[in-house]
């Protein structure tokens, strides 16, 4: 049904791309592919596709990070034509199609994603190096199994699962937010219009007034908000709650997400217990977390930074966000925070700085030689910073950051959005760059970018043999990128989060058209809106009120 009301054919069991016209004398067919299956609208065909035996096998992506997360390929550069004349969604009546709403897809419901197997036939697959068409993607027990050309596993899997076609939708990598906190939720508001330095004025009252419940709950709806804008991954960077961090892990678990939980440790305590207390669980991954340099010793930060790379976890540590925290480091240390760590012996891949506003070249170049990686977190630098991260110098470096919100707005596209857009503001007007990245970089620092940061590279962040089936689904059929003419640029700037249909972690739907499938979300909200404000009164929190 969905087929015919987009004005194409019904397509036959095995043959993902429709009837194959013929080739013209010259080699080229009408639709304007090459033999070698490259369109002028730059999406490839599965012949075109190199790494589709790799992708099937589990063997890593050309232009793998060896520490398991991506390298910089422009993955998503020359998408063009998606839905234009000619192009995947182009063609008589599809501009009927554009303009349906979202049940010009009736066919397509949440039990399609139940039980332990599902065959998914999109139109557009993101790969790693670049989106494709005519592929299809198996998950089995919450992986991706296989991932190639549609025709192969069709004929493949014709025993079962029987094939789920989605057409008019893009199958996409979950974003990753690399630096959240999941216990400030009930304050946000509260640090609208404040000065940049407000974690003593806002943030640790705040925490400070938290319960196990309320602890719970603030990240329950944290995780929920994530959700529902597309975050398959959360890193929270530690709380300063007088709770277990095991209440903030039960509602991240409750909720769906995958999430790195952070464990402040600035004493010197605690940390091969944390560690230990949630290694090999599937959802929630450990970390260790310092707020800031300053809060603890020399000493204490080593030890742990070298626990973290024994570990296989990440040390979460702010670091270069604010001008007062830099001068308070200059003060005592005699060294600007990043180099401090670098001058300590802390800054490796296991090192994740958040922030890492305001660096001078030679803390720029540590990072990259050390292969330490920062969080970018652009929505923060404009609600509370002085200043904006320089990404796009950080990838010139080779310097590994993923994108975080640091608790401003659970929105993927939004923050892509910002990313590019602060970039460009901030750096790009400057020096007569138009492009700053353009969408792909951003795309790419959103999701495995985030994941290698989080050292989770491994696990999540790509669509590929043996990563945790951790996407989104997305409808292309909209207004918003109709006509199309490059994928990656048009979903950093004009797609939204009404367009994703389902969030899928670890293989189970989490979201299903904005909302849970499978718990009361509205509860949650209503018993949040109760308790937010009697924490916030609790928390006497300082606001400076402009005049």
């Not at 300063?240 to 997400?257: L, N, S």
Request: charged letters at 20%.
């Amino acid at each position: 049904m969905a087929n015919e009301q987009r004005g194409r054919e019904p397509q036959e069991a095995g043959a993902p791309g429709g009837c194959p016209d013929a080739e013209r004398p010259d080699g080229e067919r009408p639709d304007g592919e090459r033999p070698d299956g490259e369109r002028p609208d730059g999406i490839r065909s599965a012949a075109a596709h190199d790494g589709a035996s790799d992708a099937a096998s589990g063997a890593a992506p050309e232009g793998a990070d060896p520490r398991g997360g991506l390298g910089r390929r422009g993955f998503l550069a020359g998408v063009a034509g998606l839905t234009g004349a000619g192009g995947l969604l182009g063609g008589p009546g599809a501009g009927t199609a554009s303009a349906q709403p979202r049940d010009a897809h009736p066919a397509l419901r949440p039990d399609h994603f139940a039980g332990p197997r599902q065959l998914l036939v999109p139109d557009v697959v993101l790969l790693p190096d670049g989106p494709v068409r005519d592929h299809a993607v198996l998950v089995e027990h919450g992986t991706f199994r296989e991932v190639g050309p549609a025709a192969r596993l069709l004929a493949a899997h014709r025993a079962g699962p029987a094939p789920i076609r989605l057409p008019g939708h893009l199958l996409m990598p979950g974003f990753v937010d690399a630096h959240h906190h999941l216990t400030q939720g009930f304050g946000k508001a509260q640090s609208f219009g404040q000065p940049s330095e407000i974690f003593k004025t806002v943030w640790e009252p705040l925490e400070h007034a938290l319960d196990e419940e309320s602890a719970y709950l603030s990240a329950k709806l944290a995780a929920l908000e994530a959700l529902r804008g597309g975050f398959t991954t959360v890193a929270d960077a530690g709380t300063r709650a007088p709770v277990d961090v095991a209440a903030i892990a039960q509602g991240t678990e409750e909720a769906g997400i995958r999430c790195v939980l952070g464990k402040i440790v600035s004493a010197g305590t605690g940390g091969p217990a944390h560690l230990a207390r949630w290694h090999g669980h599937p959802l929630v991954h450990p970390s260790l977390a310092i707020a800031v340099p300053e809060d603890a010793t020399g000493p204490v930060i080593k030890r742990t930074a070298d626990l973290c790379a024994e570990a296989g976890a990440v040390l979460q540590i702010h670091v270069n966000e604010h001008l007062a925290s830099v001068e308070r480091s200059l003060k005592s240390v005699g060294r600007r925070p990043v180099d401090y760590l670098h001058h300590l012996g802390a800054l490796g891949p296991h090192t994740l700085g958040a922030h890492a506003t305001l660096l001078t070249p030679t803390e720029m170049r540590q990072l990259a030689d050390t292969g330490a990686a920062i969080s970018y977190n652009p929505v923060a630098s404009a609600w509370k910073g002085n200043a904006v991260a320089h990404a796009t110098m950080l990838a010139a470096l080779g310097v590994r950051f993923g994108t975080g919100t640091d608790g401003t707005r659970g929105d993927g596209f939004r923050l892509v959005d910002a990313a590019e857009t602060a970039q460009r503001l901030a750096y790009g007007l400057a020096s007569g760059d138009s492009v700053c990245g353009a969408g792909h970089l951003w795309l790419e620092h959103a999701t495995a970018g985030g994941a290698d940061a989080l050292g989770l590279g491994r696990v999540t962040g790509r669509i590929a043999a043996g990563q945790a089936a951790d996407y989104l689904l997305v409808d292309l059929a909209v207004p918003e990128l109709t006509p199309s003419y490059d994928l990656g640029w048009e979903l950093v700037r004009l797609a939204g989060r009404d367009q994703i249909r389902a969030v899928v972690v670890g293989g189970r739907l989490r979201i299903w058209e904005g909302w849970p499938p499978d718990w009361d979300a509205r509860a949650l909200i209503a018993r949040a809106a109760t308790v937010g404000p009697e924490v916030v009164a609790r928390a006497k929190i300082q606001r400076v009120e402009p005049r």
